[in-house]
Structures are given as structure tokens and as C-alpha cells.
């Protein structure tokens, strides 16, 4: 197996500044139920790595996801040696909108409690 | 002018039941400019009509959106004579996403007075 590559400097994900979020783009982001999951997932474990989650996903498409919430400003990601590691933007979030986020999670799993239901 | 046809019962919009309605269809609903304006507008005043809501944009456009926030379960929409009513479904939300829909108010109107302020 080939050696991993060293981290480089310009491997580092962009994000975007607090003042440059925008709703529209944070409800886009949520508004799928795999970045939902990913959500979730990262409210319950503070700084899993994408492995970490287990999505039922290809890893390309995963990477979309991520990319998708880091690029919206709802998650950070920054590497660990080689493993690429995700947070939720929780005080960026709720500087901004304040109870989003969390209103957010709670209606997420109000809906994943009604689907188990029926 | 030619007379406008009568409205026949056919012509009812349907509307998913609140069973149906989906966070990601919500949320996706809200996530577009335009989309979270007509919220706003229907927060503000109960029930006006698609030609009361002063869009920048087409008739088909904003019959489009407002298509979009009824498929998702966010408006209702009926007529009224020939004009075609729009009310928000704030009970039915807050049964299901208890506190989402003032919340997604409350950002919309938050990043409303950060975009006034720069």
C-alpha cells in the first residue's frame, strides 16, 4: 500500500466567514435527510472524522455532503494528521440565528421519533 | 378583456396531510430568497392573495413558489372568487416541528437586519 500523503497547507478546506452565512444556504444544507444524519451525528459526538459517521454512502458522495455543510457554514472540517475531522459551527450558528440550530436537531428528531412510530 | 372562468372544484390545490410533511421538504421550501420573503409576507398579514405580496418577479415565477411552500406543507392555498388565497399552516407546523416556524422567522428577520446594516 502506498505511503499517505503529508497534510499540505493548501489541503485545508475553505470556509465561510460568520458575516458571509447566509439562511437560505444553512436551510439548503439541512435540507436532505443524509446531511440531516450527518447533523445529528455531529451534535451527539463533537469532532468525529467523516469515517466516523457511518452513512450509508459512497465515500465521494459523502465528501459531497460535508463539502456542502462546510461551504453553507454549518460545519468546520480540518485535518488530524490524515483524518479529516467535522464540527458543528455552534457559536458561528447561534451568533447568527440564534435557536436555529438547535430548533433544527430537535425537529430533526422529532421527525426521525414519528417515522419509528408508524 | 375575455371573462375569467369560474373556479371548479378541480381547480383545488392539494395539500399534503400533516402526516406527510417532511422536515427536508421544509426546510428546502424555506431555502430560497424569494420563498422565505413570501413567509415573512403571510406572518405579517394572514391571508393575501399571491397578487398582494409585491414580488420582483414573474406570475409564473411566483405561482412556482408558492407551489413549492404548498407542496411542502409550509401554506395553504385556496380560492377565494377568482383570487387564489394564501395562509400560512402555522398549526400544522407547530404540531410537527414544535417552535421551527418562528424560528426560521425570527433568522429570516435576523440576516434581514444584518444585510440593512452593512
Redesign the interface.
Known sequence: MAPRTATAPDRLPSHPEP?DI????V??A????MR?RIIQALAADATPSCGEIGLACSKSTATYHFRVLREAGVITQHYQGTAKVNQLRRDDLNA?????LD??L???A??SG?TTE?
Open positions: 458575516a447566509r439562511l437560505e444556504a436551510l439548503h439541512c435540507a436532505d435527510p440531516l447568527i440565528f440564534p435557536g436555529l430548533t433544527l430537535a425537529s430533526a422529532a421527525q414519528r408508524t
